[in-house]
């Protein structure tokens, strides 16, 4: 699962970057369906930080692994 949830996050990464941004892995928990990330660079400290997770990065995320039911930030 950690390798998809990986891959799913080089899908969005560039488009983060673009906006001097950028986003790591931080964990995956395979029994709560619970990903963890950080958002790093410009992201970081964005004011509009939560909705990138939640609507870009989270939304990315869940297509590509069912089994994530939650991302959240570290």
Do not use: F, H
Not at 18 to 39: I, Q, Y
Not at 46 to 70: D, F, H, W, Y
Request: aromatic share 0%.
């Amino acid at each position: 699962m950690k390798e998809k949830v990986q891959a799913a996050l080089e899908t969005v990464r560039p488009a983060l970057q673009n906006d001097g941004g950028d986003v790591e892995l931080v964990g995956v928990d395979e029994d709560s369906g619970k990903v963890t990330v950080r958002l790093t660079g410009a992201c970081g400290g964005c004011p509009m930080s939560q909705m990138t997770l939640k609507n870009g990065v989270e939304r990315v995320i869940k297509e590509a692994v069912p089994e994530v039911l939650e991302v959240e930030s570290a």
